[in-house]
């Protein structure tokens, strides 16, 4: 019995071997993958780029974007390199708390807002008190993820004064050789026309629908420069705002998307070999 168990635990340290091998050389796909995460009523999304590099964009509200990183995430993966949150609302902030608390972050950057959210507050403590690289964000700026994969920030041109935090919300365009995802956060109208008015490249195969999918974004002039081929919206369902906005679904299909919810689809998750897209579906 006791020679049994002791071949078991050896096939089980192989196994964990192999996987972080795996990890580690890059022998699985060599491809981005995206994952809009289904938080409830907030935003979270994770990237992972073909070398193994590990982007959060948001983290939700609370404690489940620890569950829901655990279903992508290997197990043994206790790191996460770069995170970087749109703006200090709660469901978007809250649940960045639970993130540094438990995963290594390499580096944290935001536009430095002082907007008062008490969970925002304790956000920028844990950082310092666990001495993570902190940057703010501005239009222009361009972080490089990978080999042929970078992001660039389209908003905001700088930090204003604003009881909204909106108003300094952070947009960025996700690009991996012909393949871009357009990030908007929780975006309205007034920055997507913004957008429009700067002459920006703003076409994307994908659409993260601002603002979770408000009456207060996705004007059919910036979805016709978006032409997005997928719309991403997260939600939560029967959520007490209303969202989806009929009016934004209306507008979303009338620019030509598929139309994809958290409420409905869960995880959604596209891959990308800089070439082709693949919307591999809800888990």
């Given amino acids: ?30 491809k981005l993958k995206f994952y809009m995460l289904d938080i409830e ?4 999304i994770f990237i992972e780029t073909p070398s193994g590099n590990q982007i959060l964009v948001d983290g939700g509200p609370d404690r489940r974007i620890l569950e829901e990183l655990g279903k992508i995430m290997p197990f043994y993966d206790r790191s996460i390199d770069l995170i970087i949150l749109t703006h200090p609302h709660l469901d978007h902030a809250g649940g960045l708390l639970e993130v540094l608390k438990n995963y290594n972050v390499g580096e944290f950057m935001d536009v430095g807002d002082s907007y008062n959210l008490a969970e925002y507050g304790e956000l920028k403590k844990l950082i310092e008190d666990k001495k993570i690289k902190y940057e703010t964000v501005h239009r222009g700026l361009k972080i490089y993820l990978d080999r042929e994969v970078s992001l660039l920030v389209l908003t ?19 690009s991996y050789g012909k393949i871009d995802f357009l990030l908007m956060g929780d975006a309205e109208k007034g920055e997507e026309l913004r957008l429009v008015q700067e002459g920006d490249n703003l076409e994307s195969e994908v659409l993260k629908v601002g603002h979770h999918g408000s009456k207060t974004s996705s004007n059919p002039l910036f979805l016709e420069k978006v032409k997005p081929e997928y719309a991403l919206i997260s939600v939560s369902a029967k959520n007490r705002y209303g969202h989806p906005a009929q009016i934004t679904l209306d ?6 998307a598929k139309i994809f919810r958290t409420d409905i689809d869960s995880i959604i998750e596209f891959k990308t070999d800089g070439n082709s897209l693949t919307l591999v579906g809800g888990k």
Avoid: C, T
Wanted: proline share 3%; glycine share 6%; hydrophobic share 50%.
């Fill in 41 to 44: 009523q907030g935003d979270a």
């Fill in 156 to 174: 905001p041109e700088k930090l204003i004064k604003s009881d909204n935090p909106h108003d300094n919300n952070v947009v960025s365009r996700l």
């Fill in 251 to 256: 507008n979303l299909l009338a620019a030509g």
């Fill in 1 to 30: 019995m006791k020679k049994n168990f002791k071949y078991l635990f050896i096939l089980i340290l192989l196994i964990i071997a192999v996987l972080a091998w795996n990890e580690a050389f890059g022998l699985g796909e060599d």
